[in-house]
């Protein structure tokens, strides 16, 4: 099956700094990506949608300048947590949509961000 | 609009005894549904997935799920559970568009020796 990679796994990062994770497609193009967030013991939130090239569209509730996605190619989007603080600490997930008209997303293994 | 309901947050069962996973969903359309499992700190493995051909589909790991139109139910059962299935499971459904998903809140499996 198509994989989807996930750099960080883990970061720990200050109160304030800036954090970038990045969400691969290792061997499918993706021109869809989303990015999610699960807080412990809770289910996936959706974030963001980014399509390739074009600003990501943002669920409500979701600060867009504080979560920069970034998908700037058909294999790569970044999500940046801004001046992040402890309760945006959280289990940070994404997925990629192919271009083969396969009707599944395929996750990444997770971001694990705890801001102290 | 679409929705997803887990009717129970956490189940319990022996090992070697038949688990069941019930799902509940709401869509305007015919969807697309799925089962998804994560073992703790792990990202999501799909076990099963549903998109209008037959109404039982079977899945990886033993694991199958039956779609009734009807009662609008996604049930995820297991002849027979293993210590490896101790995990959380999440049902899923998916847009209009096709590609955005919408999670249920979980179940939590615990599986007792």
């Known amino acids: 099956g198509a994989v989807v990679s996930q750099h960080p796994s883990w970061v720990i990062c200050k109160s304030g700094t800036s954090v970038k994770i990045e969400c691969r497609s290792l061997?499918?193009?993706?021109?869809?990506m989303f990015w999610y967030r699960q807080f412990p013991k809770q289910s996936l939130m959706l974030m963001a949608t980014?399509?390739?090239?074009?600003?990501?569209?943002?669920e409500q509730g979701v600060e867009k300048d504080k979560f920069l996605i970034n998908h700037a190619s058909l294999t790569l989007s970044t999500l940046t947590v801004t001046s992040a603080h402890p309760e945006d600490s959280s289990f940070y997930i994404c997925?990629?949509?192919?271009?083969?008209?396969?009707?599944?997303?395929?996750f990444g293994p997770g971001t694990r961000l705890t801001v102290l | 609009a679409q929705s997803v309901t887990q009717l129970d947050s956490h189940v319990s069962v022996s090992e070697g005894t038949p688990v069941l996973l019930r799902c509940n969903y709401s869509?305007?359309?015919?969807?697309?549904l799925f089962w998804y499992v994560q073992h703790p700190n792990k990202g999501l493995q799909l076990l099963l997935k549903?998109?209008?051909?037959?109404?039982l589909v079977k899945g990886i790991n033993g694991f199958e799920a039956e779609f009734k139109k009807s009662e609008t139910s996604f049930h995820l059962t297991k002849p027979s559970a293993h210590m490896s299935d101790a995990a959380e499971y999440f049902c899923?459904?998916?847009?209009?568009?096709?590609?955005?998903?919408?999670f249920g809140g979980g179940t939590r499996v615990l599986v007792k020796p």
């Open positions: 997925s990629a949509w192919g271009t083969s008209g396969i009707n599944e997303q395929f």
């Open positions: 061997d499918f193009q993706a021109t869809t």
């Open positions: 980014s399509n390739e090239g074009s600003k990501a569209t943002y």
């Open positions: 869509s305007s359309y015919s969807p697309s």
């Open positions: 549903y998109t209008s051909a037959a109404t």
């Open positions: 899923v459904v998916s847009g209009s568009a096709g590609n955005k998903l919408t």
